[in-house]
């Protein structure tokens, strides 16, 4: 199949990059987004900004803004091509274990800037529900930690 540089997408291609619109919108990220993601997830080559553009019907600055919200979450390259004038976006290679590395990091600096907090705060009962938010984050960093031992053995057997 001709690359999505020289091609249109086709139907299966738009539904599944819709799909990862409304995917990433439940998770807390931008329709657009998601829907970066997912035109970056089927292309064998990493694609300029502008056919980015053309594929999603998007202006240049919602592109602009939601690739470098994708790339704070590491999902995302940004290359810059010998004698090309505009950048060039890919997914990154397995970018799942480095999202989860982040919610960890999040969770971990969260937990940290509640403890500090809870020492300061007078009442009871803000002391309790920041605990249980600190508890919370914790329990989940862990479970994160989980799955990342889980995507560490599935990449070994691939």
């Not at 998770?27 to 970056?40: E, T």
Request: proline share 3%; with cysteine.
């Amino acid at each position: 199949m001709k690359s999505l540089n020289t091609r249109e997408l086709t139907e299966q291609e738009i539904e599944f990059i819709e799909r990862m619109g409304m995917s990433a919108l439940a998770d807390g990220l931008s329709r657009i987004a998601g829907r970066i993601w997912g035109v970056l997830m089927i292309s064998e080559d990493p694609l300029s900004s502008t056919r980015l553009s053309e594929l999603l019907a998007i202006s240049k600055g919602s592109l602009s803004t939601n690739t470098h919200s994708l790339e704070a979450l590491d999902i995302i390259d940004r290359h810059y091509v010998s004698g090309a004038r505009q950048e060039h976006f890919s997914i990154k290679p397995n970018p799942y274990r480095i999202l989860v590395e982040g919610q960890i990091k999040r969770f971990e600096t969260s937990c940290k800037f509640l403890a500090e907090t809870r020492k300061k705060l007078p009442g009871k009962t803000a002391q309790r529900r920041l605990k249980e938010l600190e508890q919370f984050y914790t329990i989940y960093g862990e479970t994160c930690k989980i799955v990342i031992t889980e995507l560490d053995k599935h990449d070994r057997k691939n």
